[in-house]
């Protein structure tokens, strides 16, 4: 099993920026074995929706309303995922989620998300 533990939001001014990091942890052998990982967002009334996302091996992956702006890292050897944001948007406004998968195990993994909020 593995768990998912986001943080690094908050309130910021359009322009401004924030980092969000996630933490994994459990069993080591469903870590190594993660295939990806990513950051989702959800505003209310909306679909929950993919911002970035990060492949074994380092490619990477993005919205198109992230692209420029966003940048999605990783440091294995801390189990950790980082969603640097810059230029942020009113519209980027959301809970951001987490996400793991295993596609070995079809297993899948979700943070209890964290708040942006970013004022106009």
């Known amino acids: 099993q593995v768990q998912l533990v986001e943080s690094g939001g908050g309130l910021v001014q359009a322009g401004g920026s924030l980092r969000l990091t996630c933490k994994a942890s459990g069993d080591i052998f469903s870590i190594i074995s993660i295939n990806a990982m990513g950051w989702y967002r959800q505003a209310p009334g909306k679909q929950r929706e993919l911002v970035a996302a990060i492949i074994r091996g380092g490619s990477t992956n993005y919205a198109d309303s992230a692209k420029g702006r966003f940048t999605i890292s990783r440091d294995s050897a801390k189990n950790t995922v980082y969603l640097q944001m810059n230029s942020l948007k009113p519209e980027d406004t959301a809970v951001y989620y987490c996400?793991?998968?295993?596609?070995?195990?079809?297993?899948?993994?979700w943070g209890q998300g964290t708040q942006v909020t970013v004022s106009s």
């Open positions: 996400h793991a998968d295993r596609i070995a195990t079809n297993d899948n993994y």
